[in-house]
């Protein structure tokens, strides 16, 4: 038996209840082509249940997801020829997630398509990188 959220749209799509071009299945995910994509192919491989985010699911569950998106991920670039792949998940609101059903984009890439990464790269303070090395393994 499935774990379902009734109000979250990607159960509905996993449902059939709302349509979705679907391009890959297994037991456990499904993955289907995003509405608003980012780039030519951007797809979104979900769990069949209903997961939140990375953090309220087990290990296990994330590594299923994550299999799921590499098959996904040389699916995509066999059949479009894509010169590379993004792949990135958001967790929660601060992470940048919009839709609370645990996803991975995976997003087909090519060195003229014109995305860009949504950060300003900037050489780190190293005291701060000594500081959060030793927060992080103390
Ligand atoms: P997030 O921002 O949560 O990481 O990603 C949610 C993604 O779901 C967005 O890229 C958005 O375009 C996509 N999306 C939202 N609603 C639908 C829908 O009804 N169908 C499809 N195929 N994609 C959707
Ligand atoms: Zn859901």
């Known amino acids: 038996m499935s774990e379902v959220d009734s109000s979250c749209i990607f159960c509905k799509i996993i449902a059939g209840e709302i349509p979705s071009k679907r391009i890959y299945e ?11 994509p980012a780039g030519r192919g951007h797809s979104l491989v979900i769990p069949k249940d209903h997961h939140v985010d990375i953090h309220s699911m087990a290990a ?25 792949t993004t792949i990135f998940q958001m967790n929660r609101e601060a992470g940048w997630q919009t839709v609370f ?10 060195s003229n398509d014109g995305l860009h990464k949504p950060w300003d790269i900037a050489p780190a303070d190293s005291a701060d990188l000594d500081a959060l090395h030793t927060l992080l393994t103390e």
């Open 26 to 36: 297994d037991d456990h995910h499904i993955a289907f082509l995003d509405i608003f």
């Open 60 to 84: 296990e569950v994330y590594g299923g997801i994550a299999t799921a998106a590499k098959k996904v991920a040389d699916l995509l670039q066999s059949r479009l020829q894509s010169e590379g």
């Open 101 to 110: 059903h645990a996803h991975m984009h995976v997003i087909p890439r090519w």
